[in-house]
């Protein structure tokens, strides 16, 4: 087991339960992916090393990650997805500086649900719902589900310093109209920014500087409450796709809207607006 430096198991694996309990055995694992609700926990052993990558957990029934994962300071990209009995994280995402790539949703909650994952703060012996990303300079993906009611303003903005982001997703279970948010004009200084998705988010407004993302081709509003768009995205040339409507949002219904589409159809004849359609 010492050599394997991958170890993968999915809901086709066969008996996962017996290949959960050689997992203890690999010691120098680079790349661990767990998929099934067989799947428990983790022994804290397999981080010690520090040699892991590669961490992805989706549809488990794990309930705690090791606090061992914060020696694996080489991870360049962790993955929490669908995992409804996780509820917590025990180090500070902004601990791994070679993150590349920070996938958070669906934890600790029903599909429903408004609950959230915390992330453990060891010098303070608090929590906080937003994660740490200061100093994740390396980042380029990062995709979260999070309400806007935990947000702190303070933790939020720090992921504009995020200058390498390309694909950046905010989401919350729900988009509810009485807990409505506006996108901070700081969204301008992430440049190198390709794809923004904010669908099913409780976004109300978007800044004029959304101009300066020169690189953004994908803008995903889908069942996002957005009440007007800024002139200044119709500068956006490269821009291939907008998705808008969704389960009780009706963009056309609002004239600011139904207007600003209208003049970006005719200045940006490669636009492509999809309307009540999901996309991931």
């Known amino acids: 087991y010492w050599e394997v430096e991958k170890f993968k198991i999915y809901l086709t694996s066969g008996d ?18 767990l998929d099934g609700p067989k799947i428990k926990s983790i022994p ?44 917590a994280f025990p180090v500070k995402p902004s601990s791994f500086k070679n993150l590349k790539t920070l996938i958070i949703t669906s934890n600790g909650t029903s ?14 012996f608090g929590y906080y719902y937003f994660p740490d990303l200061e ?18 303003m303070k933790s939020f903005n720090k992921l504009f310093f995020l200058k ?11 988009a ?17 920014l390709e794809i923004l998705n904010l669908r099913n988010s409780s976004i109300s407004k978007l800044p004029k500087s959304i101009k300066n993302l020169t690189k953004l081709h994908k803008l995903n509003l889908h069942n996002t409450p957005v009440t007007d768009l800024p002139k200044e995205i119709e500068r956006l040339t490269g821009l ?12 056309y219904n609002n004239k ?25």
């Open 16 to 33: 996962i339960a017996k290949k959960m309990k050689t997992l203890k055995y690999h010691l120098n694992l680079k790349e661990l992916m």
């Open 44 to 87: 804290e052993i397999i981080f010690k090393q520090g040699t892991l990558e590669f961490f992805e957990i989706g549809l488990t029934d794990i309930t705690k990650i090791p606090e061992t994962i914060a020696q694996c300071k080489n991870l360049t990209t962790i993955i929490l997805d669908n995992n409804f009995d996780l509820k």
């Open 111 to 124: 599909y429903f649900g408004t609950n959230e994952i915390k992330y453990f703060d060891t010098n303070e």
């Open 135 to 152: 100093g994740l300079n390396k980042l380029e993906t990062l995709k979260l589900s999070q309400s806007t009611r935990n947000i702190s």
């Open 164 to 174: 390498n982001l390309k694909y950046l997703e905010i989401r919350s279970a729900l």
């Open 176 to 192: 509810l109209s009485d807990n409505t948010f506006e996108f901070p004009k700081e969204l301008g200084l992430l440049t190198n």
């Open 240 to 251: 291939e796709k907008i998705y808008v409507g969704g389960w009780d949002i009706k963009p």
């Open 256 to 280: 600011k809207v139904a207007k600003r589409l209208k003049n970006m159809v005719k200045k940006l004849p490669d636009l492509d607006i999809i309307y009540d359609k999901v996309d991931n």
